[in-house]
């Protein structure tokens, strides 16, 4: 079993893994999805506002956002209807992708690089694998992470802690030693409900929107350095 050097923390805790979330982390994409949603429901009569989006639609994965969206507009998607946006949607993204527009942040690029020299990286994300992975390897740092968690790959989705149960058991680590990185207050409850520590990053969101037992929160991952990140695995969370 792998077992990587591992980073002394202050008081003495060695982490052995941080587990990143995707859109909203380690790339700037959270408007790229809200744009095409938006688009795909305007071509079928119907919309949200950003502050819906901001409330009840950022952090699901698309099979789980597509079903709210149509009730905030009083509808329900037949299951053609739903691949049909789906689908759509998919494309939409992927082409915003391939133009360029999807642009990693500048903090948390440099806390991989980092990481990735002392500890064991991983990405549990919302996001289907194709769009995870072309985005990884645009950004040249796929080959740092030894797991990539996605839509894909689970059958529930963020809340629910499957993805980072599943992250922890690729690594080989037991979720009660790795720290995830999230910028919604969904993606933020399924890592607490796996039994990992959480930093969340304001990118999306102001701290007052993130469960009280996150343990740190900081603006942007700019201000995450790496001792930073370990001394967030020291503090004992609110139960």
């Known amino acids: 079993m792998f077992r990587p050097i591992l980073y002394t923390a202050p008081g003495g805790l060695c982490l052995p893994a941080i587990i990143f979330d995707f ?5 700037d994409s959270e408007p790229l999805h809200e ?6 429901a305007h071509e079928r009569g119907m919309s949200f506002t950003h502050e819906q989006y901001m409330t009840r639609l950022i952090g699901l994965a698309d099979r789980d956002c597509l079903p709210v969206l149509y009730k905030l507009n009083g509808r329900e998607p037949t299951p053609q209807e739903h691949a049909d946006y789906f689908a759509q949607k998919k494309r939409l993204v992927h082409e915003m992708i391939e133009r360029g527009e999807a642009k990693g942040f500048v903090g948390t690029l440099a806390l991989i690089r980092e990481a990735g020299a002392e500890m064991p990286l991983a990405v549990c994300s919302g996001a289907i694998r194709a769009e995870v992975e072309m985005v990884l390897t645009a950004l040249e740092i796929l080959g740092r992470f030894r797991a990539v968690v996605s839509a894909d790959d689970v059958k529930h989705s963020k809340p629910d802690p499957e993805g980072y149960l ?14 995830a990185i999230e910028d ?23 701290r007052q929107a993130f469960p009280e037992a996150i343990a740190d929160f900081a603006v942007s991952t700019q201000e995450l350095t790496l001792p930073r990140v370990l001394a967030a695995a020291t503090r004992r969370r609110i139960q």
Do not use: F, W, Y
């Open 166 to 179: 599943k992250a922890a058991a690729l690594l080989r680590e037991n979720p009660a030693d790795c720290i």
């Open 23 to 27: 859109d909203g982390v380690i790339v």
């Open 35 to 40: 744009a095409a949603l938006l688009q795909c």
């Open 184 to 206: 919604t207050p969904t993606g933020c409850r399924a890592a607490l409900g796996a039994g990992m520590r959480v930093i969340a990053v304001g990118h999306s969101l102001p």
